[in-house]
């Protein structure tokens, strides 16, 4: 089993900054990859970025630049932190585990992130 608790979501105005945090438990070598996905009403859910379990990251063309993904592993942490927020980063931001050998994936609850123009 894997579990997964988003925290650190708010309203922030534009320019502003918030860092997510995604607490993971249960069997962490399972894992081979955390994403953080958004999606925000009527709009299909995106993904924002991903890391891997060795540390590859992948950043969606629109966060480039802003966002920056990263891990502490005495935590079993990953945060997700966002700057310079634009109105259309409002969404709820959810973490989502990939495992390995077709052991599924699993996905927070979310939390909610406003940015106000």
């Known amino acids: 089993q894997v579990q997964l608790v988003e925290s650190g979501g708010g309203l922030v105005q534009a320019g502003g900054s918030l860092r997510l945090s995604c607490a993971v438990s249960g069997s962490i070598f399972s894992i081979n990859a955390i994403n953080w996905y958004r999606q925000a009403p009527g709009k299909q859910r995106e993904l924002v970025v991903s890391?891997?379990?060795?540390?590859?990251?992948n950043y969606a063309d629109s966060v480039k630049g802003r966002f920056t993904i990263s891990r502490d592993n005495a935590k079993n942490t990953v945060y997700l932190q966002m700057n310079n927020l634009k109105p259309e980063d409002t969404a709820v931001y959810y973490c989502?585990?990939?495992?390995?050998?077709?052991?599924?994936?699993?996905w927070g609850q979310g939390t909610q992130v406003t940015v106000s123009s």
């Open positions: 989502n585990a990939d495992r390995r050998y077709g052991m599924g994936s699993t």
């Open positions: 890391i891997t379990s060795g540390g590859s990251t």
